[in-house]
């Protein structure tokens, strides 16, 4: 197809994406935007989308902006809207108000088969008695294009998409990876300036679902194509994306690179829903956990758990141990909390004791982050308690995914993950 790969920013960071490729042509893209930021004129544009389905508000002035070649999850639980944003933004569903721009082109009055757009349904939605290359070519033919460049345009996608060998194959004679990856060739052999995929890993088995997503990122990064991905998956959208829109309930409470939306997430409801948390309502001073009316967030690779006392610990006693392969998951009961930990290596087992340590916090107030996630060291050179009278206020950039209108930071220090 004459692909080469574009420059892209990773994940966890900020930059240009340039020199975007397909089989039609080639092109620049401006640097990444914030959700309600510049306008993308090479990407995606939407501005206060709303939704209302059956007497309910489903998306409620909803902003978002994605880079030239940028790939972004809407990421949430079900019924949040992140399905319902996707057929809005595919033309399948109209909105209420607001507008969608495709590469710096207003669509929201055009139908799906006028958009730049192109579709990865969950189902795949392929023909069962076309062969692959038919289900592939149909939108070509729909579009009455000569039938040398519909062999041509065809042959080429299979072949990116590693399905030449199936060409003539039916779908009920593949397996559901290859199926999967012939929906996503029907979607690319449009040369759409947007891909999009509504839970397209939602059919495989687990051990498949991690092959087939690297084989989306691959392709999604060799062709430089904008792409937005509905997932419920967290892993699933932290593995592939350059930055995740998470919702709840017809809202972005926040969008974020991966390592910040984990680092400091900004609401409580991201913190539960990115990650396992350790949420305890309290005070947090010293490594310990106090009386208090704010909550506590703590990950479980934040908590050390140690034979002998270190500086900081508390005494604990090993209540439950869950294998996990490489690392286990251990339960932890101190004085103050209790408390969930990776450990590597060989476990303790139940009754065992110990001393358990507390190294990073995050504390909540009314659902927002207060200030920054707390490390022990820092608590305990200071001597002050992350509490409701002695924290900071939350900042008011903070404040705006509670009002639906979250935004990225500046870029912070990427933050490496760090459960086992």
Same mark, same amino acid.
């Given at each position: 197809? +004459?692909? %080469?790969?574009?420059?892209?920013?990773?994940?966890?960071?900020?930059?240009t994406?340039?020199?975007r490729?397909?089989?039609?042509?080639?092109?620049?893209?401006?640097? &990444?935007?914030?959700?309600?930021?510049?306008?993308?004129?090479? +990407?995606?544009? #939407?501005?206060? /989308?709303?939704?209302?389905?059956?007497?309910?508000?489903?998306?409620?002035?909803?902003?978002?902006?994605?880079?030239?070649?940028?790939l972004?999850?809407?990421?949430?639980?079900?019924?949040?809207?992140?399905?319902?944003?996707?057929?809005?933004?595919?033309?399948?569903?109209?909105?209420?108000?607001? %507008?969608?721009?495709?590469?710096?082109?207003d669509?929201?009055?055009?139908?799906?088969?006028?958009?730049? %757009?192109?579709?990865?349904?969950?189902?795949?939605?392929?023909?069962?008695?076309?062969?692959? @290359?038919?289900?592939v070519? @149909?939108?070509?033919? /729909?579009?009455?294009?000569?039938?040398?460049? #519909?062999?041509?345009?065809?042959?080429?996608?299979?072949? /990116?998409?590693?399905?030449?060998?199936?060409?003539?194959?039916?779908p009920? &004679?593949?397996?559901?990876?290859?199926?999967?990856?012939?929906?996503?060739?029907?979607?690319?052999?449009?040369?759409?300036?947007?891909?999009?995929?509504?839970?397209?890993?939602?059919?495989?088995?687990?051990?498949?679902?991690v092959?087939?997503?690297?084989?989306?990122?691959?392709?999604?990064q060799?062709?430089?194509?904008?792409?937005?991905?509905?997932?419920?998956?967290q892993?699933?959208?932290?593995?592939?994306?350059?930055?995740?829109?998470?919702?709840?309930?017809?809202?972005?409470?926040?969008?974020?690179?991966?390592?910040?939306?984990?680092?400091?997430?900004?609401?409580?409801?991201? $913190?539960?829903? #990115?990650?396992?948390l350790?949420?305890?309502? +309290?005070?947090?001073?010293?490594?310990?956990?106090?009386?208090? %009316?704010?909550?506590?967030?703590?990950?479980?690779?934040?908590?050390?758990?140690?034979?002998?006392?270190?500086?900081?610990?508390?005494?604990?006693?090993?209540?439950?141990?869950?294998?996990?392969?490489? @690392?286990?998951?251990?339960? /932890? &009961?101190?004085?103050?909390?209790?408390?969930?930990?990776?450990?590597? +290596?060989?476990?303790?087992?139940?009754?065992?004791?110990?001393? $358990?340590? #507390?190294?990073?916090?995050?504390? @909540?107030?009314?659902g927002l982050?207060?200030?920054?996630?707390?490390?022990?060291?820092?608590?305990?050179?200071?001597?002050?308690?992350?509490?409701?009278s002695?924290a900071?206020?939350?900042?008011?950039?903070?404040?705006e995914?509670?009002?639906?209108? $979250? &935004?990225?930071?500046?870029?912070?220090?990427?933050?490496?993950?760090?459960?086992?």
């Amino acid at each position: 197809m +004459g692909i %080469s790969p574009p420059e892209r920013p990773t994940a966890g960071g900020s930059g240009t994406s340039s020199g975007r490729a397909t089989a039609g042509g080639s092109g620049t893209s401006p640097g &990444r935007a914030t959700a309600g930021g510049p306008r993308q004129p090479g +990407g995606l544009d #939407i501005r206060g /989308l709303s939704k209302v389905l059956g007497g309910r508000t489903i998306i409620e002035n909803l902003d978002l902006s994605v880079a030239e070649g940028e790939l972004v999850s809407l990421l949430g639980p079900s019924g949040c809207g992140k399905t319902t944003t996707l057929r809005m933004i595919a033309g399948f569903l109209a909105p209420d108000t607001g %507008s969608i721009s495709v590469a710096g082109r207003d669509v929201v009055h055009l139908g799906p088969e006028k958009r730049p %757009s192109a579709m990865v349904f969950q189902n795949y939605a392929l023909w069962p008695h076309m062969s692959v @290359f038919k289900n592939v070519a @149909f939108p070509l033919k /729909l579009r009455k294009l000569p039938r040398a460049e #519909i062999v041509q345009r065809v042959d080429a996608v299979l072949e /990116l998409v590693n399905l030449s060998h199936h060409r003539d194959s039916r779908p009920g &004679r593949i397996s559901g990876g290859e199926q999967q990856r012939v929906a996503l060739a029907r979607a690319l052999v449009q040369e759409p300036d947007l891909l999009l995929l509504d839970e397209p890993l939602s059919n495989l088995d687990a051990k498949l679902r991690v092959k087939v997503r690297e084989d989306i990122r691959e392709i999604q990064q060799r062709l430089g194509i904008t792409t937005v991905i509905v997932t419920h998956d967290q892993d699933e959208a932290l593995s592939i994306s350059d930055r995740i829109a998470v919702m709840n309930a017809g809202r972005i409470e926040q969008y974020s690179t991966p390592d910040e939306l984990y680092a400091r997430p900004r609401t409580e409801f991201v $913190a539960t829903f #990115i990650g396992s948390l350790n949420r305890i309502e +309290g005070t947090y001073r010293d490594g310990a956990i106090g009386p208090g %009316s704010d909550v506590v967030g703590i990950r479980p690779e934040d908590v050390q758990f140690h034979p002998d006392e270190r500086s900081g610990s508390r005494p604990a006693t090993v209540e439950r141990v869950v294998p996990r392969g490489h @690392f286990s998951e251990i339960y /932890l &009961r101190r004085e103050d909390a209790e408390l969930r930990s990776y450990f590597t +290596g060989s476990p303790p087992v139940p009754g065992d004791t110990g001393f $358990a340590r #507390i190294s990073r916090a995050m504390i @909540f107030r009314n659902g927002l982050l207060v200030g920054n996630p707390i490390a022990a060291a820092e608590s305990a050179a200071t001597g002050t308690a992350a509490s409701a009278s002695s924290a900071t206020e939350p900042e008011p950039a903070e404040a705006e995914p509670a009002a639906g209108q $979250a &935004r990225a930071d500046a870029a912070v220090d990427s933050v490496a993950q760090r459960a086992p």
